[in-house]
């Protein structure tokens, strides 16, 4: 972990243990995520990077997809924070962030940004997600403990448009907020903030 500080990494290994995280209501790869899948799959891709892939639930679904996650889940292709993932610079067609980039602070979440938009070829897509609501999280959750602990950043339209400009990329939709299903068990809702952004030539 040369960039990607210890606390946060066992903060991570510990909050998403395959062994007893559950994974939300699956209707994310039916709504929102089968636009995604769709979208990407009418491009004419080499590679797509799915950075925080989770359970990998795109794999065999989006061509040339590598997803890796910095736990061991099932499906992974291999396992790494963003900051020590291997590609090279503007080798990825597409990247998805699709609730990675949101754990530690500002620093820490702003270099993830720059680390995966150096891998975007020029012309190529990034697509996020992330929270953006610290008031959502009611107190009887069931993780609220983690929030408490400072582990999350909570994403505004104000980065969105920051990084944009730092990184010479455009907005091509977004960002806006929906609700998504928030607690393991579904016992609250969260406001996520989604957008895509275009790496500029």
């Keep these: 972990m040369e960039k990607n500080s ?16 559950k994974v939300g209501k699956e209707t ?12 990407i ?13 989770g359970r990998n639930v795109f794999k065999g679904k989006i061509k040339n997809l590598v997803g890796f996650d910095i736990v061991d889940f099932p499906n992974v292709d291999f396992v ?9 610079n503007e080798s990825a067609d597409v990247v998805l962030a699709l609730g990675s980039v949101q754990f530690g602070n500002k620093t820490d979440v702003y270099e993830d940004v720059a ?17 953006t609501d610290s008031n959502s999280i009611p107190d009887h959750a069931k993780n609220r403990q983690r929030f408490k602990d400072n582990i999350i950043y909570w994403w505004t339209k104000d980065d969105v448009n920051f990084l944009s400009e730092k990184h010479n990329l455009s907005i091509i939709s977004g960002p806006n907020i929906k609700e998504r299903p928030g607690g393991r068990g579904n016992e609250y809702t969260t406001p996520m903030l989604f957008w895509r952004w275009r790496k500029n030539v």
């Design 6 to 21: 210890q606390l946060r990494y066992d903060s991570l290994k510990k909050i998403y243990d395959p062994q007893n995280w």
């Design 28 to 39: 994310w790869l039916t709504t929102r995520g089968q636009k995604i899948v769709d979208d």
């Design 41 to 53: 799959n009418a491009m004419d891709t080499d590679l797509v990077i799915d950075a925080g892939c």
């Design 80 to 88: 790494s924070s963003i900051q020590d993932a291997e590609f090279e």
């Design 115 to 131: 680390k995966l938009v150096s891998w975007v070829k020029p012309g190529g897509m990034l697509i996020f997600r992330n929270r």
